[in-house]
């Protein structure tokens, strides 16, 4: 794999270059802080107060199309880096109401922080030069992009095609893979998010199923690895010298805290559960003689997320994809990695694959990439990408490989090779799960503690100690009363989600914004009924 510092010669394209022996990009102050009012950034909406600003939820029955979600009761009319601002009172001598931290990166995508200085530029240079082309013409920042892409991804994955969401992306890659493998089943795990289009759709088990007509034909499923919540039949005797071991995946993000002795001469469910660890290894195997039960003989691919985020945050077993691009290559199928999330540095390598060292025949990544704008990619092997031209793949979109959006995933890439964000995500998320497994210590609502690198879930209990049961309603208010007091995380109260946090702040934030954000947490535990303080 060739090293993450690899020179590249960009092709020259207006807006970039330096002046003064300088950047073009605000490079020196990546990290605006706006404790103070003079540091704010400029409001667009300046007439608009709490006053005059219509009331959200009557404006979006009138007017918008519910999609599946329920509005915040705030209109945000500036984001910034890691703060969000809201509208100001009438006569407020501030041009905003309240800044709220975003520890989710608006949906999980805006990698480096909002309104990036050097992303700003690009977007702004391009918007006045080079936005939009035919589909069939190619431009800089496009030979840019998949030139720096694949020299930063592993061998095998050599040429990539640009779109603009994680759904569209998805689409296109089980799209080629039906057609280089002339098959048509595709199987995905339980508990996974894809997108929405038909065929990604087709192959999720999370939610967004039940339509009530046909999806597309040959979606099978795997269990979804949770180790957290394994069936009963998935458990074996752990190995000596392994106790203690986590669910959070690689380097103890998820260590289980210690037993303590209920006074009552019994102790804590964990340490009932010392003697066992899920066998993830039995649970695959048992999925794919189903798999192969149920199939009609068109075994195309695989479908998988990294990390399973909508799901509730948890992370592939380690081997875990191994042994399942083992199981690929046994049935002749290919592997598709959607790397949504977890793509660009996020978990501390630059693509969550790397963790296990696997290839993966195809790759998407999405959100991440294009640093909150509407950018995806699918990257490839040369091998399968000329047998998809040879049997006339057609993927043909009206942003197929455009310009703007081009530019800003290869700034995204330039900034997090050159600035080494990929080091800094790994050494701010061990920050944050220590954090985070503080407060499961003291609060006996926190079931779980998972995730790698700077995405974490956070699972909330009736009480762990009695057992797992979901506590949604206690999740909520939480949630609610740490966005009171400035902090956004999300929570999905959907019940295959089980009540958990997702937590996945930009990769630029500094270790003091870590702990500020650790601080209002625990402030809304401390602050809820119910969340069962043990100290």
Not at 164 to 193: C, D, H, P, Q
Not at 242 to 252: D, E, H, I, P, Q
Not at 378 to 393: G, K, M, N, W
Not at 409 to 421: A, N, Q, T
Request: glycine letters at 10%; a negative charge; aromatic letters at 6%.
């Amino acid at each position: 794999m060739p090293s993450l510092q690899a020179a590249i010669d960009p092709l020259p394209v207006n807006g970039s270059e330096p002046e003064n022996g300088k950047p073009k990009d605000g490079r020196a102050d990546p990290q605006q802080d706006f404790s103070n009012s003079n540091n704010l950034p400029t409001n667009l909406y300046p007439s608009i107060t709490t006053s005059n600003h219509p009331n959200l939820n009557h404006f979006a029955s009138s007017h918008l199309i519910n999609f599946g979600t329920t509005f915040l009761p705030d209109l945000i009319i500036s984001a910034s880096h890691l703060s969000l601002f809201t509208a100001p009172s009438p006569g407020s001598s501030s041009p905003y109401g309240r800044a709220i931290t975003d520890w989710t990166s608006g949906q999980m995508s805006s990698l480096l922080g909002h309104s990036h200085p050097e992303i700003v530029s690009v977007i702004s240079s391009h918007a006045s030069s080079l936005d939009h082309l035919f589909s069939g013409m190619l431009s800089p920042p496009v030979l840019n992009l998949a030139r720096r892409l694949t020299s930063v991804l592993p061998d095998g994955l050599d040429r990539a095609m640009f779109l603009s969401t994680g759904g569209e992306s998805n689409e296109a890659a089980i799209k080629m893979a039906k057609t280089y493998t002339e098959k048509f089943e595709v199987v995905g795990l339980g508990a996974s998010w894809h997108g929405v289009t038909a065929q990604a759709n087709s192959v999720q088990y999370h939610a967004g199923r039940k339509v009530g007509w046909p999806l597309v034909p040959g979606g099978l499923m795997l269990p979804s690895p949770n180790a957290y919540r394994c069936h009963q039949g998935f458990r074996k005797r752990r190995e000596k010298g392994l106790k203690g071991r986590g669910t959070g995946g690689a380097g103890g993000e998820g260590k289980k805290e210690a037993m303590e002795d209920k006074g009552d001469g019994k102790t804590s469910q964990d340490e009932n559960e010392e003697e066992w660890e899920y066998d993830w290894e039995a649970e695959m195997l048992y999925g794919w003689r189903l798999i192969d039960q149920q199939s009609c003989g068109s075994l195309a691919a695989v479908i998988v997320e990294p990390i399973q985020s909508s799901g509730g945050m948890h992370v592939l077993p380690p081997g875990y994809l191994r042994r399942l691009k083992t199981e690929c290559e046994k049935r002749a199928m290919l592997l598709i990695v959607d790397e949504a999330q977890t793509g660009v540095g996020r978990t501390g390598e630059m693509v969550a694959v790397n963790h296990d060292g696997v290839v993966p025949d195809i790759l998407t990544l999405s959100k991440t990439l294009g640093n909150g704008l509407p950018l995806s990619a699918v990257v490839t092997s040369h091998a399968i990408a000329d047998v998809c031209a040879e049997r006339d793949l057609l993927f043909y979109t009206t942003h197929v490989n455009d310009p703007l959006p081009a530019a800003v995933g290869d700034k995204v890439l330039e900034i997090v090779v050159r600035d080494d964000l990929v080091s800094h995500a790994r050494r701010m998320g061990e920050l944050l799960h220590s954090g985070l497994n503080q407060l499961k210590e003291r609060y006996a609502c926190i079931g779980d503690v998972r995730g790698r690198g700077l995405m974490a879930g956070v699972e909330i209990v009736e009480d762990r100690r009695k057992g797992q049961e979901p506590r949604l309603a206690l999740a909520k208010r939480i949630g609610d009363r740490a966005y009171e007091l400035g902090l956004w995380c999300n929570l999905s109260t959907h019940p295959s989600f089980g009540g958990t946090f997702r937590i996945a702040p930009p990769i630029t934030i500094s270790e003091k914004q870590v702990r500020e954000g650790l601080a209002v947490l625990e402030a809304a535990f401390r602050g809820v009924e119910g969340t069962l303080p043990l100290y």
